[in-house]
């Protein structure tokens, strides 16, 4: 059998390169023969991971942070024989990780490329590209490009927490018009959400009802609102309960469009995306990941 590690030298604390050793150990114990493709730049991680697809490899291990699992998850959708994923996380947010009760680790979650328990997990298409956790549309979404390098550092998940709730409390609303399968939702929204998993910007409990193979985009809009329901609001997000709220629409959906009259920047998993308008749909169970026997 055949593997590929697509390790990124940049990731983290950049000594990605440290454990490839570990993991070509562990995967030669496993009967697996390794290759490894050292990335330098954007998208090198999908054309590697298209190549490992059309090569027909085994499996592929993504070592790096959600960027390079990102990129590597967009080289294998769309191939035809699509390679078992493993998970190696060494970024600040690591959320598909989370979501996956991968270990944040990188020494146990090289251990666990030993298992052969493996889930098939949701990929969502957004336009022409796919995300795995969340798609953000409103003033959270603007805030996360603030958020410095040394912030990101020092404070991790927490640094986008922090200046999304800033920027929520500015109170900024924007018209959205959403149609999602055959219902459609239109007002003033302060927010909107379309989560796969319950582990999203660092939060474990933002999305808490979105399962990693359960075929649907979990979405949450929030209205426009005063700052007495907005603290309330802020409360609920914290215990879990936003779809609880009374300001908040909940939904769940396979397919939708949203747009706007104003030229709303989107973001993808954290990532800046397209401006709307935009189109979502789940492609479910769609990729083999690797993964710890309590999923
Ligand atoms: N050798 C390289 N040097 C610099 N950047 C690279 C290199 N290889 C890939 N990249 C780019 O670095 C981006 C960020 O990588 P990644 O997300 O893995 O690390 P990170 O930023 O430390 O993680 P996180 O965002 O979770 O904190 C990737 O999306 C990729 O485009």
Request: proline content about 4%.
């Amino acid at each position: 059998m055949k593997a590929m590690i697509i390790a990124n030298p940049s990731s983290g604390k950049e000594n990605a390169l440290e454990y490839i050793e570990q993991i070509k150990a562990i995967l030669k114990e496993k009967g697996y023969e390794s290759t490894v493709s050292k990335t330098e730049k954007e998208l090198d991680a999908t054309y590697f991971c298209q190549d490992a697809c059309t090569n027909d490899y085994d499996m592929v291990v993504s070592l790096g942070g959600d960027g390079t699992l990102h990129e590597t998850i967009n080289g294998l959708v769309d191939q035809t024989h699509r390679p078992k994923l493993g998970i190696i996380p060494l970024g600040t947010v690591n959320d598909f990780a989370r979501a996956l009760n991968i270990p944040l680790d990188p020494e146990e979650a090289i251990k666990l490329l030993k298992s052969d328990h493996t889930k098939k997990v949701d990929i969502g298409k957004f336009n022409d590209r796919y995300f795995v956790n969340i798609v953000a549309v409103g003033a959270i979404a603007e805030a996360t490009y603030d958020v410095t390098p040394e912030q990101k550092t020092k404070l991790g998940p927490l640094a986008y927490v922090l200046e999304g709730l800033k920027e929520l409390t500015s109170n900024r609303a924007y018209p959205l018009s959403i149609e999602y399968d055959e219902m459609k939702w239109e007002g003033d929204s302060l927010l909107f959400l379309a989560a796969l998993t319950r582990s999203t910007g660092g939060f474990e409990k933002l999305t808490p009802e979105a399962r990693v193979d359960d075929g649907m985009l979990h979405c949450y809009v929030i209205r426009q609102v005063n700052m007495i329901r907005f603290a309330s609001i802020a409360t609920a997000i914290l215990k879990g309960e936003l779809k609880e709220e009374e300001d908040v629409e909940y939904f769940t959906a396979k397919h939708l469009k949203i747009s706007s009259p104003d030229p709303l920047v989107t973001n993808v998993d954290g990532e800046q995306g397209d401006r709307l308008p935009v189109e979502m749909e789940v492609k479910t169970s769609h990729i083999e990941v690797v993964v710890p026997e309590l999923n």
